[in-house]
């Protein structure tokens, strides 16, 4: 799919709106409606991972924040407020932090390479790396090595949602889980990397409690 054939793009959305209407007349009359998703979705802004698909999510089920890496920066503007309304105001009970193996990104920040304005981004997935130094350096395999560091950035970027307040807050009040996924793109699998959310967060009371 091409932009420059654009013809092909907006007649494939009035198919689309087409196929809609027929299968539920008010499909749209609904949509305008409002949201009320279940799930916060943090993923990779890669082509491949096309997440509400993967699970057979339809629109208004899911908010979604992509990025490069799927990274919640601390300074982060858009990070911080996509959290914060998702918690706070469409009261999601669900934050999903979800990685993929073949990732660019995370790939890029295993190389020595200055990809110039790229580079702070790269530093925050380089600084997961120099946490977990020790385990990734005994893995041989650099596949096996690639998989891993993956797996560890996706827990690493639960954490720092756990840095927040509302989500601290929404923690304890109701409940909020948030989730650790890891998506192959070799096999379309999705895997629970089953993140133990609760001991994570008592680990971080010492330094990172706000509420
Ligand atoms: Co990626």
Same mark, same amino acid.
Not at 5 to 20: A, T
Not at 109 to 137: F, S, T, V
Not at 189 to 201: G, M, N, P, R
């Given at each position: 799919?091409?932009?420059?054939?654009?013809?092909?793009?907006?007649? $494939? $959305?009035?198919?689309? @709106?087409?196929?809609?209407?027929?299968?539920?007349?008010? =499909?749209?009359?609904?949509?305008?409606?409002?949201?009320?998703?279940?799930?916060?979705?943090?993923?990779?802004?890669?082509?491949?991972?096309?997440?509400?698909?993967?699970?057979?999510?339809?629109?208004?089920?899911?908010? +979604? %924040?992509? #990025?490069?890496?799927?990274?919640?920066?601390?300074?982060?503007?858009?990070?911080?407020?996509?959290? $914060?309304?998702?918690?706070?105001?469409?009261? @999601? #009970?669900?934050?999903? +932090?979800?990685?993929? =193996?073949?990732?660019?990104?995370?790939?890029?920040?295993?190389?020595?390479? *200055?990809?110039?304005?790229?580079?702070?981004?790269?530093?925050?997935?380089?600084?997961?790396?120099? @946490?977990?130094?020790?385990?990734? #350096? /005994?893995?041989? $395999? /650099?596949?096996?090595?690639?998989?891993?560091?993956?797996? %560890?950035? +996706?827990?690493?970027?639960?954490?720092?949602?756990?840095?927040?307040?509302?989500?601290?807050?929404?923690? #304890?009040?109701?409940?909020?889980?948030?989730?650790?996924?890891?998506?192959?793109?070799?096999?379309?699998? %999705?895997? *629970? %990397?089953?993140?133990?959310?609760?001991?994570?967060?008592?680990?971080?009371?010492?330094? =990172?409690?706000?509420?």
């Amino acid at each position: 799919m091409k932009t420059d054939k654009s013809e092909s793009i907006f007649s $494939n $959305n009035r198919r689309w @709106i087409e196929l809609k209407k027929a299968n539920e007349p008010e =499909y749209f009359k609904k949509l305008a409606l409002g949201q009320s998703p279940e799930i916060l979705y943090i993923g990779c802004s890669d082509s491949r991972v096309a997440f509400e698909e993967t699970i057979g999510a339809k629109p208004g089920e899911v908010f +979604v %924040l992509r #990025n490069i890496a799927n990274m919640v920066n601390n300074l982060d503007f858009s990070a911080t407020s996509v959290i $914060n309304y998702a918690v706070k105001h469409l009261l @999601i #009970n669900d934050i999903v +932090v979800c990685g993929h =193996y073949q990732c660019g990104g995370v790939r890029a920040a295993m190389l020595q390479e *200055d990809l110039g304005i790229m580079n702070p981004w790269l530093r925050n997935i380089r600084d997961i790396y120099r @946490i977990h130094k020790n385990e990734l #350096n /005994e893995i041989e $395999n /650099e596949n096996d090595r690639y998989d891993r560091f993956v797996e %560890l950035n +996706v827990i690493e970027q639960c954490v720092n949602v756990m840095k927040i307040a509302s989500v601290q807050k929404a923690i #304890n009040s109701r409940k909020l889980a948030i989730h650790a996924w890891v998506f192959d793109v070799r096999t379309g699998e %999705l895997k *629970d %990397l089953k993140l133990d959310a609760k001991s994570i967060l008592t680990s971080l009371t010492e330094i =990172y409690k706000l509420v």
